[in-house]
């Protein structure tokens, strides 16, 4: 795992409780890095929706494209 995600991604239950905040309508903002932790942050949640949502890979990537157009998942990265 990427030490960008090492803090954030480390636990079961940080992931387990962010799963079900999203699933409770929250919004999720990432601000830093474009070329490094922006695309971690992306797979991650990915891999969340994956493996605490029950979804397919292509689901998950289709979940995380719905959470962007609905703007509640939003990069400010550079």
Same mark, same amino acid.
């Given at each position: 795992?990427?030490?960008?995600?090492?803090?954030?991604?480390?636990s079961r239950?940080?992931?387990?409780?962010l799963?079900?905040?999203?699933? $409770?309508? /929250?919004?999720?903002? @990432? +601000?830093?890095d474009?070329?490094?932790?922006?695309?971690?942050? %992306?797979?991650?949640?990915?891999?969340?929706a994956?493996?605490?949502?029950?979804?397919?890979? $292509?689901e /998950?990537a289709?979940y @995380? +494209?719905?959470?962007?157009a609905d703007?509640?998942?939003?990069? %400010?990265?550079?």
């Amino acid at each position: 795992m990427p030490t960008t995600q090492v803090t954030i991604w480390s636990s079961r239950a940080t992931c387990a409780r962010l799963w079900q905040w999203l699933q $409770d309508g /929250a919004h999720f903002y @990432v +601000r830093g890095d474009a070329a490094r932790m922006a695309k971690d942050v %992306d797979q991650a949640l990915k891999d969340i929706a994956t493996i605490h949502g029950g979804l397919s890979p $292509d689901e /998950a990537a289709a979940y @995380v +494209r719905r959470l962007s157009a609905d703007k509640r998942y939003l990069r %400010d990265v550079y």
